[in-house]
């Protein structure tokens, strides 16, 4: 009871030190629990946003075969869910279809949803209806046993059944199996078609239209799609509605598909039947750990024929373009992984750092009481184990608190994941550590004040591990930068990125994670060393000074520092965690825009209908419109260059016109001004791909008329004008009257006015053009950073720069009371000696003033470093796009926004600091130093 007594009296004597490190605990071991729960949560959001915003012709699994399904009732019939009269045909496929599916493993099992078939014959002409504005209407006969399920009958009936042609006497020869020759008549078949294309097409329900010698339609019925936006049409073209080219030379062409009587349709006379078979793929239950084991169950399902019905002759040949999309998602968590370690590591060696600090000030402030236990006999582990107790009694309680906390904050509805045991580790080692620090900062050697200012006798084993830090920090550096990037599973190492190597796998990179914090501490040794010498010297510049504050703080910054590697390492790496997040913020965000910027070439961008000069007016005349550009891809045609030469994409644009609209776009090329120049030559701009020299001799560009061409220069992608590798950019009038083209532009580039509403902009174009796509360069970026996984970075990014921040303050003021006794009784000497007021303030801010400066330059450089040694090592292309690495990008309003905070921070402390020092009891203070 005694002891219970006593060690609640020691614990009330300092009560607001104790509750100060009970609150970083509780704030420390939130983080560390919600953080891992954060990131998985960010991780499954983003795999689900990626395959729900990828197209179904990309995620889904498909297989197309010229092999017809192998025919036959399913068992037990009525399993299948086709009407009784499909499922006697179709039934046995349709049951080994979705066998296969059910036979995978989990988690390819679950994303793939049931299957679908259709069965498509080659595409025939049809007859022109008189009156009607299609001139090369065609038709695509097509069976599909769940078509009722995806549209509703507007006019007419279902098709009747598909009968067997009848023997006329002047048919059509046709031999049979046997060899038989057998005359018959036209196969007349039962179709329905979309209420859209038999409008198009002039069709009325009745209506019988020949296909061939030996086949005619009858529209029974026309339907609607239930939901026109449904992923089935993506596999079902011209379905829906009918597919309608309007073509200024040609005139117009309309393709639909006609369906058949599925029960009987095997009866139909097909030229080249082809059979699609498809299983819809979801994101919907996908977790983030499921990305690598279904990638590599998908290619094996992919790279595996599989027969559908035993005994048949069908065999599944799948293929999924999601192989490609699961390998990105691969490649933007590993990246997320790398960067977001190096971002939690920083705080968690900040944390460490005042945690000891706070253990070397309870330790202090329990001096007195430890001496007199260990006057009476206690031990150096009976000592060890009474403080140990005391920080278990701190950390337990609110660890405990902070992990519930981020549980209820992260919960497994959120995709946080289910919560076990493993969940609660990270919040237990944080428990674990004020007590472990506690007990390693009691020393019964130390329980008796010295006087640091007297000097201290050199410790070799100092050296040894400075120089082992050092060592260490190098090695990690050189390693990182001799392996090169890091790029995602599935890419290329020999693209364009130099020197990169294919990642194993989503995963905390070691060397990454731990380089920074390395190089951290290499830094603060390295500052340790060099930072009495600048003091020193400002020591000898003061010491000639009238006034005494300057010189006695510079001196005791040097002979009784209150920093150390302790307080140093807290200030470095907090500073440099927050220069860090937001110069890599600033590194993704700039990468996304200028890519946005590159793909788009304007304030806006217009694709669509031919836009002759009449639109183009209309566009020009449009409020907030500044000026206008019209680009045109002219196809594809020759360019030789002496004996060989290949096929390029020829963009035709108007140079003055590009030059004006491009004006303030970055990366915008500017267009040589020979370009429009008249002469014997075709003046052209050629892609550097081509590898053909500006100023190249014998270079022809081969359309109707072909043209000698000039290459004024060489050029990498030109924002705005989408081409592949091989591309040549003219002049529109030159090419016009050099190659005999005849240009009809489909793209407008558009320069906004100041101030323009680019909303309002937006809607006067689509009045102008209502088919037309427009995009703009900030659309693609927000649609890019606001993504899960760009979000949830940001956020991490912003976490470690207030968790830095809070930790800064706490490892400031810790600091300074680390130092507080010394500074009373100092301050009590000199006030009694006429020291004034202010002259506190002085003494204080001397006592943190060179070591914050230290901090804020050396943790800016580290800050600034880190994010280069980042890109070095970590392809960010998942994030950002394209193909190159962006470039580090300095936002100097938000880098002095974080130093800003920094000195806020510091002065803050040395207010708090002076102002306790003033209300020092002075009688009291001079009385325990004569007692010592």
């Not at 795999?47 to 017809?68: C, G, N």
């Not at 510079?554 to 009784?560: I, K, N, P």
């Not at 790496?573 to 110069?583: D, M, Q």
């Amino acid at each position: 009871m005694r002891l219970a007594r006593l060690t609640w009296r020691q614990f009330a004597a300092h009560r607001a030190v104790s509750v100060a490190l009970a609150v970083v605990v509780l704030l420390v071991a939130f983080v560390v629990t919600a953080w891992p729960r954060a990131v998985a949560a960010t991780n499954t959001a983003q795999v689900e946003h990626v395959l729900s915003t990828s197209t179904p012709l990309q995620r889904d699994v498909i297989t197309v075969s010229q092999s017809a399904p192998d025919l036959g009732p399913a068992e037990p019939a009525g399993s299948t869910g086709l009407d009784a009269g499909a499922e006697e045909v179709w039934g046995a496929f349709v049951q080994g279809l979705t066998t296969l599916r059910d036979d995978q493993p989990e988690p390819l099992r679950t994303p793939l949803g049931d299957p679908a078939f259709t069965i498509e014959d080659e595409a025939r002409a049809l007859p022109e209806v008189a009156g009607n504005d299609v001139r090369f209407p065609s038709g695509v006969l097509k069976i599909d046993p769940r078509l009722a399920e995806h549209v509703t009958l507007v006019a007419g009936e279902w098709p009747g059944p598909v009968e067997e042609p009848v023997p006329s006497g002047d048919g059509t020869a046709v031999v049979d199996a046997d060899g038989t020759v057998h005359v018959i008549g036209a196969q007349v078949l039962d179709v329905v078609t979309s209420a859209e294309a038999a409008d198009v097409l002039g069709w009325s329900v009745g209506d019988v239209h020949e296909l061939d010698a030996l086949t005619r339609v009858r529209l029974t019925g026309t339907f609607e799609a239930v939901d026109p936006a449904d992923d089935y049409w993506q596999h079902n073209p011209y379905s829906a509605a009918p597919q309608v080219v309007d073509d200024l030379n040609l005139g117009r062409s309309a393709r639909t598909a006609l369906y058949l009587d599925a029960a009987t349709a095997d009866q139909a006379f097909l030229l080249d039947p082809t059979t699609r078979v498809w299983y819809p793929v979801t994101g919907a239950g996908v977790e983030a750990d499921d990305v690598a084991p279904l990638l590599a169950q998908l290619r094996g399902f992919t790279a595996t024929p599989h027969p559908v019905v035993d005994g048949g002759t069908f065999v599944l040949t799948p293929a999924s373009e999601m192989t490609t999309v699961l390998s990105s998602l691969l490649a933007q968590q590993r990246a997320s992984s790398a960067i977001l370690a190096v971002v939690a590591v920083g705080p968690l060696g900040v944390t460490v750092a005042v945690l000891l600090l706070g253990a070397r000030l309870v330790v202090s402030r329990r001096r007195t009481s430890l001496a007199l236990l260990r006057a009476r006999g206690a031990s150096g582990v009976q000592l060890r184990g009474l403080m140990g107790a005391e920080g278990l009694a701190l950390g337990l309680p609110a660890a405990a608190l902070g992990a519930v906390a981020a549980v209820l904050a992260v919960p497994a509805a959120a995709g946080g994941g289910s919560v076990g045991p493993g969940t609660f580790v990270p919040a237990l080692l944080t428990a674990l550590a004020p007590a472990l620090l506690f007990a390693l900062t009691t020393s019964p050697a130390g329980l008796r004040d010295t006087r640091a200012d007297l000097g201290t006798t050199r410790s070799r084993w100092r050296g040894l591990v400075e120089l082992l830090v050092v060592v260490a920090a190098a090695v990690s550096v050189v390693l990182l930068l001799q392996r090169g990037v890091i790029v995602g599973p599935g890419a290329d190492p020999s693209g364009t990125t130099t020197g990169a190597v294919p990642a194993a796998g989503p995963g905390v990179d070691p060397l990454l994670a731990a380089a920074p914090l390395l190089l951290a501490l290499a830094t603060c040794v390295v500052v340790l060393r060099v930072y009495p010498l600048p003091v020193r010297a400002l020591e000898r510049v003061f010491r000639s000074r009238r006034d005494l504050v300057p010189f006695l703080g510079a001196a005791r910054a040097v002979r009784d520092p209150a920093g150390g590697v302790v307080p140093a390492l807290a200030l470095v790496v907090g500073v440099a965690v927050a220069l860090f997040s937001g110069v890599l913020y600033s590194t993704v965000r700039s990468g996304v825009e200028t890519l946005a910027w590159g793909a788009v070439g304007a304030d806006l961008r217009v694709s669509g209908p031919i836009m002759d000069d009449e639109v183009v007016d209309a566009l020009r005349a449009v409020d907030g419109v500044a000026e206008v550009a019209t680009v045109t891809d002219a196809g594809e045609l020759p360019l030789r260059a002496g004996v060989s030469g290949e096929r390029v994409t020829v963009l035709a644009v108007d140079t003055d016109e590009l030059a004006a609209v491009q004006e303030d776009v970055p990366g915008a090329l500017e267009l040589p001004e020979g370009l429009g120049a008249t002469g014997d030559l075709l003046p052209v701009v050629v892609s550097d791909a081509l590898s053909i020299p500006a100023g190249a001799q014998d270079v022809t560009l081969v359309a109707s008329t072909p043209a000698a061409v000039d290459v004024l220069a060489t050029s990498g992608p030109v924002p705005g004008l989408s081409a592949p590798r091989a591309f040549v950019v003219v002049d529109r009038d030159r090419a016009t009257e050099a190659l005999d083209v005849t240009f009809r532009p489909r793209v407008a580039l558009l320069a906004l006015e100041d101030g323009a509403d680019v909303a309002a902009v937006r809607a006067a174009v689509a009045d102008v053009l209502p088919q037309s796509a427009i995009t703009s360069p900030h659309e693609i970026s927000a649609q890019a950073l606001g993504s899960p996984a760009a979000e949830g970075m940001n956020r991490a990014f912003v976490v470690a720069i207030v968790l830095s921040g809070l930790l800064c303050a706490a490892a400031v003021v810790m600091t300074l009371m680390v130092g507080a006794p010394a500074r009373d009784r100092l301050v009590a000497v000199l006030r009694t000696l006429g020291l004034e007021r202010r002259g506190t303030r002085g003494l204080v801010a001397w006592e943190i003033g060179p070591w914050a400066l230290a901090a804020l330059v050396v943790g800016a450089l580290l800050g600034l470093a880190v994010p280069a040694l980042v890109l070095a090592a970590v392809d960010l292309t998942p994030f950002t796009g394209g193909e190159a690495q962006p470039s580090l990008a300095i936002d100097p309003a938000l880098l002095g926004l974080v130093a800003g905070g920094f000195v806020v921070v510091v002065v803050a402390a040395v207010a708090a600091s002076t102002a306790l020092s003033r209300r020092t009891n002075l009688a009291a203070e001079l009385r325990i130093g004569e007692e010592r």
